[in-house]
């Protein structure tokens, strides 16, 4: 069974910053467009942002533009979401996919970001 493995989750206070990490395994990495996912309690899971297997465009929702950054290694197979000036509402899981048409995607298991004073 295939795993992606998350890390760097945590608690931080309005305005801070952390650093997501989610590594792969290379004969996936390699081939597969990387997204982050956010599952709040009571709602939905929804994208956060999507970065290309070459890492040449990337993706965000409106309500992480200019504060979130995606980017991926492919020499260390991981990617990385870089989270600024990060609210309360940006509380949730946070969960790395890998997706190549039309093979299952890969998920991970998550990792608890909570943003509060």
């Known amino acids: 069974q295939v795993h992606l493995v998350e890390s760097g989750g945590g608690l931080v206070q309005p305005g801070g910053s952390l650093r997501l990490s989610c590594a792969a395994p290379?004969?996936?990495?390699?081939?597969?467009?990387m997204s982050w996912y956010r599952q709040a309690p009571g709602k939905e899971r929804e994208v956060v942002a999507d970065i290309t297997s070459a890492g040449t465009s990337t993706n965000y929702a409106d309500s992480v533009k200019g504060r979130f950054t995606i980017s991926r290694d492919n020499f260390k197979n991981t990617v990385y979401l870089q989270m600024n000036s990060l609210k309360p509402e940006d509380t949730a899981v946070y969960y790395c996919?890998?997706?190549?048409?039309?093979?299952?995607?890969?998920w991970g298991q998550g990792t608890q970001v909570t943003v509060s004073s």
């Open positions: 290379g004969f996936i990495f390699r081939r597969y467009a």
């Open positions: 996919n890998a997706r190549l048409m039309p093979y299952p995607d890969y």
